[in-house]
């Protein structure tokens, strides 16, 4: 995914000026370029001369290169170098003081470590382990930032790492609402972003860890398996290693979770940005483990910072808001015109100007996660409507429905929801404007334990009929005929 975190808030427009239409930069030896593409038009970029990257991804000379709206991003050079811009920003400035050199030096340690591993016998599992890197921090430290840095220069050099991805709320990968893992053999695109070609994704189907933690766990679990499985038949991928982007919860459940992921994935370097506190607790509780670097980085100056227990606070705001209202214009996207559709149709009496207008970035940034996937970065992709009997699709959720019955309990104790339950649900009308996982079980009972091929969008139940419609990214039958629901939801207008 290409969009970048959350923008500035407070207000429905712009506090600054564009930038003039044309503008050339020239960036000194170990400067960056930062910059905020305006919220309703693309900008181009090009390298006149000298040499500069995005995250790690070296600039083709005299290219332009199309940058959607809102993308948020820094043009760093080692050597120096001269930018043009055409179009018009939100924000741009140069900076001179950056972290680069200290997440370069990480590079070079990872990279002895792979080369390492590559010249072991294939038959040592420990020796022949590239390095496991998990990228850990709070929301809007870099995290996604570094974690592209790492892999793209990884690539460069001819190894080809497995990124995993463990933030439900924003998806780098795929939508939101999963984990997932895909292996990257070039360096990332530094507009199109990850590449999807062959994508491993389990469906959580919520943005917090919070609707169901066992779930979560279990889900980590499985994908950390099916990894190990994948690295004991490929010595090559073995060796390269992995880079693992979390999210920003990292107290209470969510510091559990990251030791959970940690621990499942056998993470053998933790790098922790912008949190000494994290950094400390980490290491304490760590030292015990065998061969676990805990390092802790600077985080950049460029990156965007909110509020953390603002940014905790309202994701589950977001979700009880659903189904999420929310505005498609075929052309582009407008935050404003977005803003105006929201006011009218949700409700937001009572939350500060401030708070009010988080929220709304949060649902801007969701939409804009979910109309990616279905019509691409640039809306360049044409999905298709599709209909199906109800008799021909079988759809379940996970979690629900009682552990065991009262009379298998303890006198006095009450039966809890099971939280990795496959439970049917009933092809209704409560499925529409729903977004569903399909699913590559074969069976009801291997919905938690397999992967997803995609996702589909539903438009219209037609009760009397007994016919589903549904808009698929591209057109025939569906891979399976198993659908997971979560609670993510989607009207496009």
Not at 53 to 70: D, S, V
Request: charged content about 20%; aromatic content about 10%; some cysteine.
């Amino acid at each position: 995914m290409a969009y970048g975190g959350a923008g500035p808030v407070g207000g429905g427009g712009s506090n600054s000026t564009p930038a003039a239409a044309i503008k050339q930069v020239k960036l000194e030896k170990e400067c960056e370029l930062r910059i905020e593409v305006g919220i309703d038009a693309p900008l181009r970029l090009r390298l006149l001369n000298g040499t500069a990257e995005i995250f790690g991804t070296e600039l083709p000379p005299e290219i332009w290169l199309n940058f959607p709206p809102r993308l948020k991003f820094a043009v760093f050079t080692w050597y120096g170098a001269t930018i043009e811009m055409d179009g018009a920003t939100e924000t741009d400035y140069t900076a001179d003081e950056t972290p680069m050199v200290s997440y370069v030096n990480v590079h070079a340690i990872l990279e002895g470590r792979r080369s390492r591993a590559k010249q072991s016998p294939s038959d040592d599992s420990v020796l022949s382990q590239g390095p496991r890197v998990i990228v850990v921090g709070p929301s809007d430290s870099g995290k996604s930032t570094l974690s592209r840095m790492l892999l793209s220069w990884a690539a460069k050099q001819g190894w080809k790492p497995t990124f995993v991805d463990l933030d439900i709320g924003q998806g780098s990968i795929t939508a939101p609402g999963c984990i997932a893992a895909t292996p990257i053999e070039m360096p990332i695109d530094p507009v199109e972003g990850i590449p999807l070609e062959m994508p491993l994704v389990y469906f959580f189907g919520h943005t917090t860890p919070s609707n169901n933690v066992e779930l979560y766990k279990v889900l980590v679990k499985e994908l950390a398996g099916m990894l190990e499985r994948q690295f004991a038949g490929n010595a090559e991928s073995r060796a390269a290693g992995m880079v693992l982007n979390t999210m920003g919860w990292i107290e209470g459940v969510g510091y559990d979770l990251l030791l959970h992921a940690i621990r499942t994935f056998k993470a053998n370097v933790v790098l922790v940005l912008g949190q000494e506190k994290l950094c400390s607790m980490l290491r304490d509780v760590l030292k015990g483990e065998p061969k676990v670097d805990v390092v802790k980085l600077q985080r950049s100056g460029g990156v965007v910072s909110r509020n953390v227990k603002l940014v905790f606070c309202f994701r589950p705001v977001v979700i009880d808001l659903c189904p999420l209202l929310v505005y498609r214009n075929s052309i582009t996207i407008d935050f404003h015109s977005l803003r105006k559709y929201l006011m009218k149709n949700i409700v937001l009496t009572g939350f500060k100007p401030v708070y009010r207008e988080y929220l709304l970035w949060c649902i801007f940034i969701f939409f804009l996660s979910i109309l990616e996937y279905f019509y691409g970065l640039a809306n360049d992709l044409s999905p298709h409507s599709n209909i199906s009997n109800f008799s021909d699709l079988f759809v379940y959720r996970v979690g629900g429905g009682p552990q065991a019955p009262r009379s298998a309990l303890p006198i006095g104790a009450e039966p809890a929801a099971d939280p990795t339950r496959v439970v049917a649900v009933n092809i209704n009308r409560d499925l529409l404007h729903t977004v569903l996982a399909i699913s590559f079980a074969k069976e009801p009972d291997e919905i938690i334990s397999s992967n997803v091929a995609g996702f589909i969008y539903v438009t219209d139940v037609d009760i009397q009929r007994k016919k589903i419609t549904y808009l698929a990214p591209s057109a025939g039958e569906l891979p399976s005929k198993y659908l997971i629901m979560g609670s993510l939801t989607w009207l496009e207008t």
